[in-house]
């Protein structure tokens, strides 16, 4: 931001749901700091390549361009789907913000309303995630999943035109541009789990930001959701796993503790194994803040004990 006053530039993927999950950040940034905001696109390999995610490097090639946007100062701030961001520390950035989680459930888009009991034997099933794939095959086994890749409504078209007999996708998003009408099952996260922090925003800066953006950052800031997300992002960290690993967490808060169960599955959907540890949110500002990545901790180190390391491709070691 170049000086008082100028509009604050926000860095995002130029797809239909990125632009549209950033349009709800602006508005929130716009209303906390009293300044004008300027969305500005930038595109990313994930966006131009037609390779399989895993093959190009997981989700988090969609946010290697807007974090080198934004320490080459073409923008202010980033938003990006906290799924899809690596959870190694960039060098030079910070997550500033990240605001209340959306409805965090993976969903079916499926022809005449079909449920994934109700799809024929042989349907096929379209996902570019190695979870959602292996969830697909454990739950039904007799479907052939395909691999996809484009945005939303490129994908429910797959179906539409009956290239496929359904999609798997993330509740959020759909809801974030206006489709939740294609949906016919939403899996519950209880027997379903979704991607560390799916559903969840993240809003990315410079370590160097200014006062002026610590008290925009703290409005925008929903405490229970970072909580919940970071002991999740934890999982993946302390396993040594990608975003686009077979993995699912949920964290919650509920009064004064914090719960998080996760599961590690095997690709071809044969084997799962799953860890639930809690922690009560209580000590200083630092302590608390330090509970999430304990409690990932704790539950990865069951991970491990059970054997995930022999079941899914992660890359830590018991």
Not at 245 to 254: E, H, K
Not at 273 to 293: C, F
Request: negative net charge.
């Amino acid at each position: 931001m170049s000086g008082a006053g100028s509009a604050l530039r926000i860095g995002t993927r130029g797809s239909a749901l990125a632009l549209a999950q950033t349009g709800l950040v602006a508005a929130a940034v716009a209303k906390a700091s009293g300044l004008g905001v300027e969305i500005v696109p930038i595109a990313s390999q994930g966006d131009h390549s037609t390779a399989s995610l895993a093959s190009i490097g997981g989700t988090g090639v969609f946010a290697s361009a807007l974090r080198e946007a934004l320490i080459a100062d073409t923008c202010d701030l980033v938003v990006h789907s906290l799924k899809d961001l690596p959870t190694d520390a960039y060098p030079g950035l910070r997550i500033g913000a990240i605001p209340k989680r959306a409805d965090a459930r993976d969903a079916l888009c499926a022809r005449d309303g079909l449920t994934l009991e109700e799809l024929a034997p042989g349907a096929r099933v379209g996902t570019g995630s190695p979870r959602r794939a292996a969830q697909l095959r454990g739950w039904r086994p007799d479907v052939t999943v395909v691999d996809i890749r484009g945005n939303v409504d490129t994908r429910l078209r797959k179906v539409a035109d009956g290239e496929l007999d359904a999609v798997v996708l993330a509740a959020a998003g759909l809801g974030r541009i206006g489709r939740l009408d294609a949906v016919s099952e939403f899996f519950e996260l209880g027997k379903w789990a979704t991607a560390p922090g799916q559903g969840a925003l993240a809003i990315e800066v410079r370590d160097s930001y200014s006062s002026s953006f610590a008290a925009m950052l703290k409005a925008l800031d929903h405490s229970s959701t970072r909580l919940a997300v970071l002991a999740e992002r934890a999982v993946l960290a302390r396993l040594e796993a990608g975003c686009a690993a077979p993995i699912g967490a949920a964290g919650v808060v509920d009064g004064d503790m914090l719960f998080l169960t996760a599961t590690v599955y095997a690709p071809d959907g044969t084997k799962s194994l799953t860890s639930s540890h809690a922690l009560v949110l209580e000590g200083s500002a630092s302590e608390r803040a330090a509970l999430p990545g304990e409690l990932g901790d704790r539950v990865a180190a069951e991970l491990l004990a059970l054997g995930a390391a022999d079941i899914a491709p992660i890359g830590a070691l018991a």
